[in-house]
């Protein structure tokens, strides 16, 4: 009698095992196993969930990823310029190890032909994974094991959602194209325009905790509040982040020859390089270091393309940014069409007059007056606008 029971408890408990793992196989939010058997394509704004998904069931030649600096990036307008089909599956803050482990999992399921890549600073710390996405809560999605990507189902959200098979956004995303899928410009363009946008709403904290360097600056009234490291120290650094650069980067335009390469430095605002000059200038010289270096590649092999703009005059426009490193969705069009005529290349012969030319400019612009700005226009936020704009009186245009 006891046999039969502990048959018909496992025969029931496999029964419906196989019953929810198959509910969980049709339903498929993310698109991993195949395309959705009820309604359209749709994206969900995890990109480091996502991306397996799209591998599967979107049709791409080309990529654009980055961070949030590509993802007002037009896909479909990088497709009319470069050619082939674009999709942009850029993830904000992503570091260049994260961005690895996806491109690997894209160029075993893609025959791609170009990739558009942002250098973002991550160069400088060689970090390896975010603490706010930590890696093992999506990295099996890219490995050869179909089974486990199952676990990326296994919480309370998703076992809500299957439970009515819902089609709710929260649930399975929003229906996108991959022109531009986590654009954010739209949401935050009250933002750009005048440094006065900067401070609108709850982004007066954010702004004080981004330029808090800046703010003990201008208090100190000193040119600088950093040395540099000692030299043996600084060439140990170096090392490190061209090695990082040489492991998460180079290391896949060598092993895919067919394969177009184009780097791209955001172009920050002048705040941050002027920033890295006086008060990390270590950080400073590690970003010469590596664009000589990735210049020095790009002279060799045939499918690598490095672009930077820190040379130009609108990284001094503050109205094209709305901190000091996000920036206009209109320069996002504009560097499609700046590297499709390679404007910006570096090249052996152009990179030490462009090392110059942006020390001048790190060195030259007014942090002190910026700080200034921030710290009066912070104090008297809530006396009304004709309060802020006293904190402009004399100082540089450029500043705002």
């Known amino acids: 009698m006891y046999q039969k029971q502990i048959i018909v408890?496992?025969?029931?408990?496999?029964?419906?095992?196989?019953?929810?793992?198959?509910?969980?196989?049709?339903?498929?939010?993310?698109?991993?196993?195949?395309?959705?058997?009820?309604?359209?394509?749709?994206?969900?704004?995890?990109?480091?969930?996502?991306?397996?998904?799209?591998a599967n069931t979107y049709d791409f030649d080309s990529i654009i990823i980055g961070s949030s600096m590509l993802e007002n990036t037009s896909a479909d307008e990088a497709s009319k310029l470069f050619g082939g089909s674009f999709a942009n599956l850029s993830i904000a803050g992503s570091d260049f190890f994260e961005r690895s482990l996806i491109l690997e999992h894209l160029l075993e399921k893609k025959d791609l032909q170009a990739i558009i890549y942002s250098l973002d600073k991550y160069y400088l710390g060689q970090r390896r994974g975010s603490k706010s996405f930590p890696l093992q809560k999506y990295a099996y999605l890219y490995d050869n094991n179909r089974l486990n990507d199952l676990k990326v189902y296994l919480n309370t959200k998703n076992m809500r959602c299957l439970a009515t098979f819902s089609t709710n956004k929260y649930c399975v995303g929003k229906t996108k194209t991959l022109n531009a899928p986590n654009a954010w410009f739209s949401e935050y363009s009250v933002h750009f325009g005048s440094i006065d946008n900067w401070f609108i709403g709850k982004t007066r904290k954010g702004i004080k905790r981004e330029f808090k360097d800046i703010i003990r600056l201008s208090e100190s009234e000193r040119g600088t509040i950093a040395t540099p490291q000692n030299q043996n120290g600084l060439k140990d650094n170096i090392k490190s982040a061209i090695t990082y650069i040489d492991e998460y980067i180079i290391r896949h335009v060598l092993e895919?020859?067919?394969?177009?390469?184009?780097?791209?430095?955001?172009?920050?605002?002048?705040?941050?390089?002027?920033?890295?000059?006086?008060?990390?200038?270590?950080?400073?010289?590690?970003?010469?270091?590596?664009?000589?270096?990735?210049?020095?590649?790009?002279?060799?092999?045939h499918n690598l393309q490095v672009y930077a703009y820190g040379d130009f005059d609108f990284l001094?426009?503050?109205?094209?940014?709305?901190?000091?490193?996000?920036?206009?969705?209109?320069?996002?069009?504009?560097?499609?069409?700046?590297?499709?005529?390679?404007?910006?290349?570096?090249?052996?012969?152009?990179?030490?007059?462009?090392?110059?030319?942006?020390?001048?400019?790190?060195?030259?612009?007014?942090?002190?007056?910026?700080?200034?700005?921030?710290?009066?226009?912070?104090?008297?936020y809530d006396f009304g606008e004709a309060k802020r704009n006293e904190c402009l009186i004399g100082l540089d245009k450029n500043l705002w």
């Open 9 to 54: 408890f496992f025969s029931a408990f496999i029964t419906a095992l196989l019953v929810f793992l198959g509910a969980l196989y049709i339903y498929d939010p993310l698109s991993l196993f195949h395309t959705p058997y009820f309604g359209q394509k749709r994206i969900h704004p995890n990109m480091r969930l996502q991306i397996p998904g799209i």
């Open 256 to 301: 895919n020859p067919d394969i177009d390469f184009h780097l791209l430095f955001p172009p920050y605002s002048r705040i941050r390089y002027s920033k890295w000059y006086h008060l990390a200038p270590d950080k400073f010289q590690i970003h010469c270091a590596v664009l000589r270096y990735l210049t020095t590649r790009s002279s060799t092999l």
């Open 316 to 380: 001094d426009d503050l109205a094209n940014y709305k901190d000091e490193s996000h920036f206009h969705e209109s320069i996002n069009s504009w560097l499609l069409y700046a590297m499709n005529e390679h404007i910006g290349i570096l090249t052996e012969e152009r990179v030490e007059e462009y090392i110059v030319s942006i020390t001048n400019k790190a060195r030259n612009f007014n942090l002190l007056a910026l700080g200034k700005i921030i710290t009066c226009y912070l104090d008297n």
